[in-house]
């Protein structure tokens, strides 16, 4: 089955910098990406996604990168802010298959103001 | 619009017992899927509803089943609880039409004693 690698675990910056995180897919059947944010004691929160045939999309300061060759991902955040703190979740899915998500292990930001 | 309802909030059970665990998806879904999230873990996939079949399984054993109704709620039932069953359930829905998206729920915090 699809196994989905995530990197860092955790990642501290200084409010303004950027983000990068950063996951690996196994399946090359897999053909969509989303990215959640999830705060402490709150559900996932569906922040963007990208689909196999784009190669990057963009929403305001969050974007996110597909290499399909590689079969990596990544979700890059511009300007952080305080209120981007919180753990970050890759997941991957073939559509085909009933759209079971298979998720990565999660990164802990942490914004300094 | 509500969104993605569960319930209850939180429950504590002890070994051996069963439990049963609600969800309604947001308005204009018909696909809900489940999900184990461990703590400090990214969520694991369950099973699949779609037009009051399972669809689709994880790796999960029988002691967890599960039931849609015809207005697209969804129960997740588990058996013979053990303490390793201690989770964050979540569950998420899908647009009509086979939709990308899956949007969560605020979760059932299970503790089992």
């Known amino acids: 089955g699809e196994n989905v690698e995530q990197h860092p675990s955790t990642l501290s910056v200084q409010e303004g910098d950027s983000a990068v995180i950063k996951c690996t897919y196994s399946?090359?059947?897999?053909?969509?990406f989303p990215w959640y944010k999830q705060e402490l004691g709150k559900r996932p929160q569906l922040i963007i996604d990208i689909r196999s045939n784009v190669g990057e999309k963009k929403d305001q300061r969050i974007a996110v990168t597909l290499n399909k060759t590689a079969k990596h991902f990544s979700l890059h955040i511009t300007e952080t802010q305080p209120e981007d703190s919180a753990v970050y979740f890759c997941a991957a899915s073939m559509r085909d298959a009933g759209n079971m998500l298979t998720f990565g292990g999660g990164t802990r930001l942490m914004v300094k103001p | 619009d509500a969104g993605v309802t569960q319930s209850p909030t939180h429950l504590i059970k002890t070994r051996g017992q069963q439990v049963t665990l609600r969800c309604s998806p947001k308005s204009g879904h018909d696909t809900v899927s489940w999900y184990q999230q461990a703590l400090g873990q990214g969520p694991q996939f369950i099973f699949q509803?779609?037009?009051?079949?399972e669809r689709q399984r994880g790796n999960f054993p029988d002691r967890f089943s599960g039931h849609q109704f015809p207005n697209y709620s969804s129960e997740l039932n588990v058996n013979a609880l053990l303490l390793g069953d201690s989770a964050l359930y979540l569950c998420?829905?899908?647009?009509w039409g086979g939709g990308y998206e899956q949007y969560f729920g605020p979760g059932t915090r299970l503790t089992v004693t």
């Open positions: 998420a829905s899908t647009p």
């Open positions: 509803y779609y037009e009051e079949e």
């Open positions: 399946d090359s059947a897999s053909n969509y």
